[in-house]
């Protein structure tokens, strides 16, 4: 029993204590009350059970649930009730690790810490995995056993058959053969194992595994001190504990050890290793030598501690983004999430939900649509995907707020969906920028339309007076300037159409027309204007359609300016149409520039959305473009795609029906 007092002269604390604890390599966990309620748990034990770090506060059977059913709480509240100390060596257990339910055997104490009533405070719980020492000690016990077996056979044979040379022979020749197989068993061991003799400690035997940790050769060790055959480790603790281990006839046990191991032509590498120092006892009960199991853990610790740090990154990047984290399990209805989920939905920081409650928080408007879009992320013919805006009041602060969700569906291998985890953006003040920028464009717009219009005609009206003129030079000017003019009134118009978007008051005004020759006028425009770049175009014919001419121009007119944009100059770009069949028409535009990455092909097409990539930085724009041509073509009931590797090129495919045109 310890307390606050003889710590403090000792000039101990207790967070000096825990820091000690959480250092230890030796799995630690501390619990109190008889629900047995998790308060400390380090590294290693969070390590050896699989879990992280969130299992802190729980009760034991809340964390690791996959105890019920194994004696372990009734050991630990007998523990706690009782105030006496509970250790065993190699007992069993059944843990989930990476979701796999696996068996192990551990030493482990459970030490009742009681107060000056002697009523229990907190119980201590170490631990140590001894699977691999358990399935090779026993291994050696049965062979062991065997020779034992066979050597009281052997006894009693030649007791019976003294006078038979031959008999006497072949019982040595199987004592041989029982040498040499438990040799073979060391030699085929899937962990390093050397077996060294006497208090000089020398290697005996030396199986693969540990020379290939030690860096050595067979002919290098066998028969040499360890301390000479492995003079890299002479400043380290290694041959201080062989001596300790021999002198005391007691093992010693090191887990997560660093280590310098010797590496040929390179010097000395850092290492991180699991050990175990045990005595051999000869017949006499004196230790005769050392048995070395030698485990190497280096990159399992280090992948382990990266993955800590890619976590920590990860929450870093969440907080600082003010994204909220879902998890929704559709086996249990559970919805659950981060505290910041838990404040937009107004539920207390310890709640786990079942989904309805948080349905009920979304807005009755979209709710439905929620939903449904829930089920069909879940659904075995999905991508996983799950991709919505929808807006929610909570009953706390009554705001409301509109979130734009984002998550993937997780599935088993038979396509069962284990989970939907995601994050959440609060997109309202985004929402309103939007808005507000698109206030201001709709009315610069028309403040730009008509000076703008007056200019064209007044630059006509010279254009068609210089006519008469010879001035090849001015014409030229002229032209140039109208272009300007046409190029700002096109960008206007696309401004004036994302306004009347939003007020819904663009309008498709159908009609018959042949899109071959709308297809050859636009030939016609583009070779004219544009004489950088090698334009291929492909007609396929006539092809009656039903659709707004101007708009599928518009259309047509982006897609290519967007091709000229992002490629090189003189490389080719290909436009083409095709009739799809069941009365559909299909359009391509290909460039061989320089791409969009996949990380942003889903958005492109996002009103205000630009790829943020250097070589497209200085490319000037407003990023309504294709949010245009994508809202034209839904107008006509249709689809628009892309198709993009980086550095290769980019397809934009357009796919609209035809249309009853009789």
């Not at 062989?242 to 390179?266: A, C, M, W």
């Not at 048995?291 to 382990?304: A, D, N, Y």
């Not at 089920?375 to 707020?401: A, C, M, P, W």
């Not at 109208?482 to 306004?499: A, E, H, R, T």
Request: proline letters at 3%.
């Amino acid at each position: 029993m310890f307390n606050q007092e003889s710590l403090s002269d000792k000039s101990f604390s207790q967070n000096l204590i825990i820091q000690a604890l959480t250092s230890s390599p030796a799995p630690t966990a501390i619990y109190s009350g008889e629900n047995i309620v998790i308060r400390f748990a380090n590294s290693g034990m969070l390590d050896l059970w699989g879990k992280d770090s969130s299992v802190i506060g729980k009760t034991l059977m809340e964390a690791i649930p996959e105890l019920e059913g194994q004696p372990f709480l009734e050991l630990l509240q007998e523990v706690w009730r009782s105030g006496e100390t509970y250790s065993v060596y190699e007992a069993p257990a059944k843990l989930i690790k990476n979701g796999v339910e696996k068996l192990d055997y551990f030493d482990y104490e459970y030490k009742a810490l009681v107060d000056q009533d002697g009523k229990t405070w907190c119980i201590l719980n170490t631990a140590l995995k001894v699977t691999s020492r358990r399935e090779f000690l026993q291994q050696i016990k049965e062979k062991e056993e065997r020779e034992h077996a066979l050597n009281e056979e052997m006894a009693a044979t030649l007791e019976e058959l003294t006078s038979t040379n031959e008999e006497l022979n072949l019982s040595l020749s199987q004592l041989a053969e029982s040498r040499e197989y438990i040799r073979t068993i060391i030699e085929q061991a899937p962990v390093g194992i050397a077996m060294l003799k006497g208090p000089d400690h020398v290697i005996e035997i030396a199986n693969p595994a540990i020379l290939q940790i030690w860096g050595r050769t067979e002919s290098e060790v066998i028969g040499r001190q360890h301390e000479k055959a492995r003079p890299e480790i002479r400043d380290q603790f290694v041959n201080h504990w062989l001596s300790e281990v021999f002198h005391s006839g007691k093992p010693r046990i090191n887990t997560e050890f660093s280590v310098k191991l010797y590496q040929k032509d390179d010097g000395l590498r850092d290492a991180i290793v699991n050990s175990i120092y045990q005595p051999i006892f000869s017949d006499r009960g004196e230790v005769s030598g050392v048995l070395v199991i030698l485990e190497e853990i280096t990159q399992q610790v280090l992948e382990r501690r990266k993955n800590e740090n890619d976590q920590q990154m990860l929450a870093l990047a969440i907080d600082a983004g003010e994204l909220a984290t879902f998890y929704y399990q559709p086996a249990t209805n559970l919805f659950s999430g981060n505290n910041l989920l838990k404040t937009w939905f107004g539920l207390s920081s310890e709640e786990n939900i079942d989904l309805s409650v948080a349905l009920d928080v979304i807005i009755s408007e979209d709710r439905d649509r929620v939903t449904e879009a829930i089920t069909n992320s879940l659904g075995k013919d999905s991508d996983g995907h799950y991709f919505i805006e929808y807006k929610i009041q909570n009953k706390t602060d009554q705001k409301v707020r509109l979130l734009q969700a984002n998550g993937r569906v997780f599935f088993d291998k038979d396509g069962n969906p284990l989970s939907l985890n995601g994050t959440l953006r609060d997109i309202t003040e985004q929402k309103k920028e939007d808005q507000r920028k698109d206030d201001f464009m709709g009315m610069v717009s028309h403040e730009l339309k008509t000076p703008l219009t007056s200019l064209k005609a007044y630059l006509q009206m010279i254009q068609r007076i210089g006519a008469n003129e010879d001035s090849s030079k001015q014409q030229n000017m002229l032209e140039k300037s109208l272009k300007q003019v046409d190029y700002m009134n096109g960008m206007i118009n696309g401004f004036l159409n994302v306004s009347r978007l939003d007020s819904a008051q663009m309008h498709i005004e159908k009609t018959v027309f042949d899109f071959e020759l709308l297809f050859a006028e636009i030939e016609d425009e583009v070779l004219s204007t544009t004489q950088n770049r090698n334009f291929i175009f492909k007609s396929s014919g006539q092809k009656l359609i039903l659709a707004d001419r101007g708009k599928i121009s518009q259309v047509l007119h982006n897609l290519i300016g967007n091709s000229v944009k992002y490629s090189p100059a003189g490389s080719p770009i290909i436009i083409e149409y095709s009739d799809l069949g069941a009365n559909r028409l299909k359009i391509t535009v290909t460039d061989h520039g320089i791409g969009i990455p996949e990380a942003d092909q889903h958005r492109i097409f996002d009103r205000y959305y630009r790829v943020k990539d250097e070589s497209s930085r200085s490319i000037a724009g407003f990023g309504i473009g294709l949010y245009l041509c994508k809202e034209i073509i839904e107008l006509h009931n249709g689809q628009i795609q892309v198709q993009s590797f980086k550095d290769y090129g980019t397809t934009f495919s357009v796919i609209i029906p035809v249309g009853d045109h009789s």
